[in-house]
C-alpha cells in the first residue's frame, strides 16, 4: 500500500480567484513547490482532487480546463515536482454526482486504481467540504 497526499486546486495548489480557467489567472500559492518536494521526499503520491462546477455551469469548457492543468502540470515537472494524477469532477454542486467532494468518489477511485493506504495519507482543502 502507498502513502498519498491528496490536494484541492483552487485555493492549496493556486491562488483561488474564482473560476480559474485562463493560465494568466493561474498563481501558484506561497509555499507550495516546498510542500510538494517535502511529501515527495518522504515517498507520498501527489494527487490533485478539485470540483471544477464552472464547466457544468458553462462558464468555460473541459478543454479550457485540461490546458491549465496541462501547463500547471509542466510548470510543476520544471520544479521538480510529479503529479501522479489529477482528478476532476465537472458538474454543478445541483447534479448530485458521486465525484463532488466532499462525496469520496475522486479519492476512492484513486485509492482501488493506486493502492492507496489511507491510513497513512492526507488530504488538504482550503475549505471544509473538501475533506
Known amino acids: 500500500m502507498k502513502k498519498a497526499l491528496f490536494l484541492d486546486r483552487d ?3 493556486n491562488i483561488d480567484h474564482g473560476y480559474v480557467f485562463k493560465m494568466e489567472d493561474f498563481v501558484f500559492t506561497k509555499g507550495i ?5 517535502l511529501f515527495t ?4 503520491l501527489l494527487f490533485i482532487v478539485t470540483n471544477q462546477s464552472g464547466i457544468g455551469r458553462g462558464y468555460y469548457s473541459e478543454k479550457d480546463f ?14 521538480g515536482i510529479n503529479i501522479t ?6 458538474h454543478a454542486p445541483e447534479a448530485k454526482c458521486h ?3 466532499p462525496a469520496i468518489g475522486m479519492i476512492a477511485d ?8 489511507f491510513s497513512n495519507s ?3 482543502g482550503d475549505k471544509q467540504s473538501d475533506i
Not at 521526499?41 to 507520498?44: L, P, V
Not at 484513486?110 to 493506504?117: F, L, N, S
Request: hydrophobic share 40%; glycine share 2%; aromatic share 8%.
Open 110 to 117: 484513486m485509492a482501488k486504481k493506486h493502492a492507496i493506504d
Open 99 to 101: 465525484c463532488r467532494k
Open 11 to 13: 485555493g492549496v495548489i
Open 66 to 79: 485540461q490546458n491549465v492543468t496541462e501547463s500547471m502540470l509542466e510548470m510543476l515537472h520544471n520544479e
Open 122 to 124: 492526507w488530504m488538504i
Open 33 to 37: 513547490f516546498d510542500l510538494l518536494r
Open 41 to 44: 521526499q518522504h515517498n507520498y
Open 85 to 90: 494524477k489529477v482528478y476532476h469532477c465537472p
